[in-house]
C-alpha cells in the first residue's frame, strides 16, 4: 500500500479523454517519477493529485484520505507539498519571509489571526527557518528581496519553502524546465542530497530523461492518458512500448 | 518599547510629537503678517488631519498590505457616523460609548460587506465595494430616512433621551465631551504675535490617533501582517502552502472597516451631525488618493498623505486672484498678470487640479508616494555624505 | 400594457447612454487591456462639445437697430451672431436652432484627437502595470479633465436645447394602436435611441466586416498571437482607443438636450457604467450594450409608482443590486468570457 494511491482516474475536457483509467501508486520514501510525451496528461495527473482538478470518475487517496474535493490548501495541509514548473514565491518578501510562511501555515493551521504578535519574537521558528536556509546555502541572502534573485536560486528557495512543512510527499512539476544544463545538475544534485539527508516521498513530473534517471527509484511512463509501463529505470531503458510512444510507430 | 523594534519605535514618537506639538509646528507665522492663511494650527483643520490619517491608515491596512482595492470605503466612515449620533442621542454626550459603538457597528457592517465582496477579486472586488458603497448611500439618502435623516443628516435635538445623561434646562443642544470635558473646550496660549489654540477635541482625537497608529504597526510586523503581503504578492503560492487566503483578506477589511468607522465616529464626536454625503463614492476616492499620495503599504504614508489633502482642501483653495497679485505684486505688470493668470487655475476653488496633476504624477513616477520621495532625496543626500566616509547603510525608516 | 410599454421608452434612453459608454469602456478594456477610469469624462468632453459649438455659433457683435425703441426710447440694441452675417438671417437661425446635432461633426474630430492623445500620451505607458495602478492613474485623469471643464464653463449646468423641430413631446401610443394621450413621448429620446442604435450598429460593423475589425477582434481574442503575425497591433488599438472616445463623446453630445451637462455628469455616468459592463461580462460586446439597455429599462420600472410603493427606495438601488447579484451567481457577467480578469 502506498502513501499515494490513484485509482481508475478518468478527466475529461469536452471531447478530449485526458485521463482514462489511471492507477498509480507511489510507496513511501521513494522517488517516483511519472515521464511521458507532451500532452500524455502529466499536468492533468498532476492538478488532480493537488485539488486544482476534480477527476471524473476514480478515487485519488493520500495516506488513507481521499484528496478529492478539498482545496489546495487543505491537501497541502494533509502533507503535500509542490514545487512549480516556474518557481512561484513571494517576490515581494524578504528570503527569510519567504520560509517562515509555510512554517507558520505548518505550526497554526490555514488560518490564525495572529495579528498582534511580532514575527520577530518567533525565535524558535526564526531558527528552524535559518537552519533550513544553510541546508540550501541560502543563509547570507536572508534578507534580500526574492524578485530579483537568479531562476536557480529562486528554484532552492522554492524547495527549501517546501521542505520546512516537512512534507509526507513533495510533487515536483518539471523542476529543471527551462535551466540550463549547470543549473540542472545543481539541481539534481540539491534533490539527491535532500533524500539522503531526510526520508522523504517525492513525485517528480518530468520530459528530461537525464534528470528522471538520475533521481528516479521508480517510473512510470504516461502516454495518451493512460500508464503504459510502471518499473525501475534500468527496465524502462530500452522497453519497447516506451520507445514507440515516444518515437511513434516508425521505431 | 511596547513590543516594536528599534526602528519602529522611533517612528512612534516622532510622529508622537509632531501630533503633540501640532498647534505650534501649524502656526508658524505670526497671526496678522500675510503669511497667517497658511497657518493650519486651527482645531478644527487639526482635528480633520489626524481623523482622516485613522481613516487612511485603516484603508492601508487593506489596499496596502493586500492590494485589494475597495472603492467604497466612505460607507464604514458614514456607518460610523451615524452609530456615535445615536448613541449621543440615546444614551449620553460621552464620546467614548459612542466611538465604541461607532467602531463595532461599522466592523460588523464590514463583516458582511466584505463576506460577500472578497469572493471576487481584482477589479471586480472593487466594483462590488463600489455598488455596495453607493446602495448604502442611495439608501441614506431616501428610504432610511427615519435612522439617517435623509438629506438634512442626522442631528441631536433638545427632546433626546439620553437616559444616561442628567436632565437638562437650559435652551441650548448639548456638547460631546469626555466626563464633563467638552470637546469644544480650548485653551489659548498668545506668545507676542502669535496665538496657538489647544482644544480638547484634537488631543482626545490624537491620541486616540496614536493607539491607532500604534496597532497599525503591530500588525504590520505580525504574522498577519505577512501572510497578507503575502497574499499580495502571490495568491496562488499561498493556497499550495496550506494557507486559506479568505480569512486573511475578510480579517483585513474587518480591521480597516473598524478604522474607518473610528474615524467616522471621531467626526461626530467633534461636530455631532452626520450625513449622507460623507458615504458617497467621491469620498472613498478621495481616502485612495491620501494613501497613494503618501505612499502605499508604508506607515506614515497615509497619514502625510491625509495631511497633504486636507491641508490643500482647507489652505490652497483659500487663496484668491487678489491674494495672488498682491505676491506678485514686485513684477512688473503684464508679468504680474501673466504669472497670476498661469498660476490661478491651480488654486482657489481649481485646488481640485493641482490634487489630479499631483495624484497622476505620483501613480506615474513615484508609485510609492511621498514616502519613496523622502527616501530617494535621503539617499541622495547619504550616498553625497558617504563619500566621504563609507558607512554602512541602513534602511530608512518607513 | 401602455404603462409597461411606457417604462420601457423611458428606459430607453438612459439605457443608450449606459450602453454606448460600456460599448467604449469594453473596447478599449478588450483591446488594451486597460480599465479606463476616465471614460466617463470622454462622455462629459463630448457634451461639452455641444456647448462649445453652440457658443461658436451664438458668438456675436452688437448693432443698434435704428426703427426700434427699447423701454427708455433709445435705439435698441440688437446681439447678431456672426453666423447669421455669414449665412444670411434665417440660414443662420437654423444652423444656431441644430446646433446640438451639428456638434457631432465637430465632436468627432476632436474626440479621436482627445482619445489618441491620451493613448498615446498616458494609457500607453500603463499596459504592463497592474490593473489597479490603470484604475488609479485614470482616476487622476478624470478628476483633472473635469476640473478643466470646470474651469472654462463653470461649475453649473448649461441648458442647451434640442433644435425646434424636436422639441416638445408626441402621443407614441396612437401609433401603437392605444387610445390617444396614453403614452406621451418627448421627440428628442426617440431620436437619442434611434441615434444610439445607429452608433451601436455601426461599431458592430466596423469590427464585422473590415479587416481593421478582423484584426482587432483576433487581437481581443488572443493579443500575443496577432502580435507573432507580424501585424502592428499597437497602432490599431490607439485608433480603437479614438473611436471608443468617439463613441463616449458622441453619446456626450446627444445627451445634452436630455440633461443640462455639468462637469462632474462623467463621474456619475462612469460608476454606473462600470456597473453595466461588469453585468454584461468584462470584455464582451454585446454583453455591454444588452446589460446598458436592461438596467436603463429595469430602472425606469424601478421608478413606477406601484414600484416603489412595494419596495420603497428600490429606483435609487436597483442597477447596484442586480450588479452584486450577478456578480455573486454568475461571476463572469451575462455574456462574459472565460478567462478574462480572473488572475
Not at chain 1, 13 to 29: I, T, Y
Not at chain 2, 152 to 181: C, E, H, K, W, Y
Not at chain 2, 343 to 360: A, D, E, R
Request: proline share 4%; net charge neutral; glycine share 10%.
Amino acid at each position: 500500500m502506498g502513501i499515494l494511491e490513484v485509482k481508475d482516474v478518468n478527466k475529461r475536457f469536452g471531447g478530449l479523454k485526458a485521463l482514462s483509467d489511471v492507477n498509480l501508486s507511489v510507496k513511501e520514501n521513494t522517488v517516483h517519477a511519472i515521464i511521458g510525451p507532451n500532452g500524455a496528461g502529466k499536468s492533468t495527473l498532476l492538478n488532480c493529485l493537488v485539488g486544482k482538478l476534480i477527476p471524473d470518475t476514480g478515487s485519488v487517496m493520500f495516506d488513507g484520505q481521499s484528496v478529492l474535493g478539498r482545496k489546495p490548501y487543505q491537501i497541502n495541509q494533509m502533507g503535500i507539498s509542490r514545487v512549480f514548473q516556474t518557481p512561484e514565491i513571494f517576490g515581494d518578501l524578504t528570503v527569510m519571509e519567504n520560509v517562515m510562511i509555510p512554517l507558520l501555515a505548518k505550526r497554526d493551521g490555514a488560518f490564525r489571526l495572529h495579528a498582534f504578535e511580532s514575527v520577530e519574537d518567533e525565535t524558535d521558528l526564526r531558527h528552524e527557518a535559518e537552519t533550513m536556509l544553510e541546508e540550501v546555502k541560502m543563509l547570507d541572502k536572508r534578507n534580500m528581496h526574492t524578485a530579483s534573485m537568479s531562476r536557480g536560486d529562486k528554484r532552492r528557495l522554492e524547495m527549501a519553502m517546501c521542505l520546512i512543512q516537512k512534507p509526507k510527499l513533495l510533487l515536483l512539476d518539471e523542476p529543471t524546465a527551462g535551466m540550463a544544463r549547470a543549473d540542472t545538475n545543481n539541481t539534481i544534485d540539491l534533490l539527491k542530497e535532500i533524500r539522503e539527508k531526510r526520508s522523504i516521498t517525492m513525485c517528480i513530473i518530468e520530459h528530461d530523461m537525464h534528470v528522471v534517471f538520475s533521481l528516479a527509484d521508480r517510473i512510470t511512463v504516461l502516454a495518451q492518458g493512460t500508464p503504459l509501463v510502471e518499473d525501475e529505470p534500468q527496465k524502462i531503458k530500452g522497453h519497447p512500448k516506451v520507445k514507440e510512444a515516444y518515437l511513434g510507430e516508425a521505431a | 518599547m511596547l513590543g516594536l523594534g528599534k526602528k519602529d519605535t522611533t517612528l512612534l514618537l516622532i510622529v508622537a510629537a509632531l501630533v503633540v506639538f501640532a498647534p505650534f509646528i501649524l502656526n508658524p507665522f505670526p497671526g496678522g503678517s500675510g503669511m497667517a492663511q497658511f497657518n493650519a494650527g486651527y482645531p478644527d483643520l487639526m482635528q480633520r488631519f489626524v481623523i482622516f490619517g485613522i481613516f487612511a491608515i485603516g484603508f492601508n491596512i487593506l489596499f496596502g498590505l493586500t492590494g485589494y482595492l475597495s472603492f467604497g470605503h466612505a460607507a464604514f466612515l458614514g456607518v460610523g457616523s451615524y452609530s456615535a449620533v445615536w448613541m449621543f442621542k440615546l444614551l449620553s454626550m460621552n464620546v467614548l460609548p459612542a466611538i465604541l459603538l461607532a467602531v463595532v457597528f461599522s466592523g460588523l457592517f464590514a463583516l458582511l460587506i466584505g463576506y460577500i465582496s472578497l469572493r471576487r477579486s481584482g477589479i471586480y472586488f472593487s466594483i462590488l465595494t463600489l455598488a455596495f458603497a453607493q446602495m448604502c448611500y442611495a439608501l441614506a439618502y431616501s428610504v432610511l430616512t427615519p435612522i439617517t435623516g435623509g438629506e438634512t443628516g442626522l442631528q441631536l435635538a433638545q427632546d433626546d433621551p439620553r437616559i444616561l445623561d442628567a436632565a437638562r434646562d437650559s435652551g441650548n443642544l448639548p456638547v460631546p465631551g469626555l466626563f464633563g470635558l467638552e470637546m469644544r473646550s480650548t485653551a489659548d496660549l498668545v506668545l507676542g504675535d502669535w496665538v496657538f489654540t489647544f482644544s480638547a477635541g484634537y488631543y482626545f482625537c490624537a491620541v486616540v490617533m496614536l493607539i491607532s497608529f500604534y496597532m497599525a504597526i503591530r500588525i504590520f510586523r505580525s504574522p498577519f501582517g505577512m501572510m497578507l503581503r503575502a497574499i499580495k504578492s502571490n495568491q496562488h503560492r499561498l493556497n499550495y502552502t496550506g494557507l486559506n487566503a479568505r480569512p486573511y483578506t475578510l480579517a483585513a477589511f474587518v480591521i480597516s472597516g473598524m478604522y474607518a468607522g473610528l474615524a467616522g465616529g471621531l467626526m461626530a464626536s467633534m461636530d455631532p451631525l452626520a450625513g449622507a454625503e460623507r458615504m458617497f463614492w467621491t469620498a472613498s476616492g478621495e481616502v485612495v488618493l491620501m494613501t497613494i499620495l503618501g505612499g502605499v503599504g508604508t506607515l506614515i504614508g497615509p497619514v502625510l498623505g491625509a495631511g497633504l489633502i486636507k491641508y490643500m482642501e482647507n489652505i490652497l483653495s483659500k487663496i484668491n486672484g487678489d491674494i495672488l497679485h498682491s505676491w506678485f505684486a514686485f513684477l512688473p505688470d503684464g508679468l504680474e498678470d501673466f504669472i497670476v493668470t498661469i498660476v490661478y487655475p491651480f488654486i482657489g476653488k481649481g485646488w481640485h487640479l493641482t490634487l489630479g496633476l499631483m495624484f497622476m504624477a505620483v501613480v506615474i513616477f513615484l508609485p510609492g508616494g511621498l514616502v519613496e520621495a523622502g527616501q530617494r532625496i535621503a539617499r541622495a543626500v547619504r550616498g553625497r555624505r558617504s563619500d566621504d566616509r563609507k558607512s554602512a547603510t541602513t534602511e530608512p525608516a518607513e | 400594457m401602455d404603462a409597461i410599454i411606457l417604462q420601457i421608452l423611458n428606459g430607453l434612453d438612459k439605457g443608450s447612454a449606459y450602453a454606448l459608454i460600456a460599448l467604449g469602456l469594453t473596447l478599449i478594456f478588450g483591446t488594451l487591456g486597460v480599465v479606463n477610469f476616465a471614460h466617463g469624462a470622454l462622455f462629459m468632453i463630448g457634451a461639452f462639445c455641444a456647448v462649445t459649438l453652440s457658443r461658436i455659433l451664438t458668438f456675436s457683435h452688437t448693432i443698434i437697430d435704428e426703427s426700434r425703441t427699447d423701454f427708455l426710447g433709445n435705439p435698441l440694441k440688437v446681439q447678431v451672431p456672426y453666423v447669421q452675417d455669414f449665412f444670411g438671417e434665417a440660414a443662420g437661425a437654423t444652423i444656431i436652432d441644430w446646433a446640438v446635432p451639428l456638434s457631432i461633426l465637430f465632436a468627432i474630430p476632436v474626440m479621436i484627437l482627445v482619445g489618441v492623445v491620451m493613448e498615446r500620451g498616458l494609457i500607453k505607458h500603463f499596459y504592463k502595470r497592474p490593473h489597479a495602478d490603470q484604475i488609479l492613474v485614470t482616476f487622476g485623469l478624470a478628476i483633472v479633465l473635469q476640473e478643466i471643464i470646470k474651469y472654462f464653463f463653470g461649475a453649473n449646468p448649461i441648458p442647451t436645447p434640442a433644435p425646434d423641430a424636436f422639441r416638445g413631446s408626441f402621443d407614441f401610443g396612437v401609433l401603437l394602436g392605444f387610445e390617444a394621450n396614453q403614452i406621451i413621448y418627448p421627440y428628442w429620446r426617440l431620436v437619442y435611441f434611434a441615434f444610439a442604435a445607429v452608433i451601436i450598429g455601426g461599431v458592430f460593423a466596423f469590427l464585422q466586416f473590415t479587416t481593421f475589425g478582423m484584426v482587432v477582434r483576433a487581437g481581443m481574442a488572443d493579443r500575443e498571437t496577432v502580435q507573432l503575425l507580424g501585424i502592428n497591433i499597437d497602432k490599431r488599438f490607439t485608433i480603437m482607443f479614438g473611436v471608443a472616445a468617439a463613441v463616449a463623446g458622441l453619446a456626450g453630445v446627444m445627451y445634452v438636450p436630455i440633461n443640462p451637462p455639468n462637469y462632474h455628469m462623467g463621474m456619475d455616468f462612469l460608476v454606473l457604467s462600470f456597473v453595466v459592463v461588469v453585468v454584461g461580462g468584462m470584455g464582451s460586446l454585446p454583453g455591454a450594450v444588452l446589460a446598458g439597455f436592461l438596467l436603463g429599462i429595469l430602472e425606469s420600472f424601478a421608478s413606477m409608482k406601484e414600484v416603489i410603493d412595494l419596495v420603497p427606495g428600490i429606483n435609487q438601488i436597483i442597477i447596484y443590486l442586480v450588479a452584486i447579484l450577478i456578480l455573486l451567481t454568475r461571476p463572469r457577467g451575462l455574456m462574459g468570457r472565460k478567462g478574462v480578469m480572473e488572475d
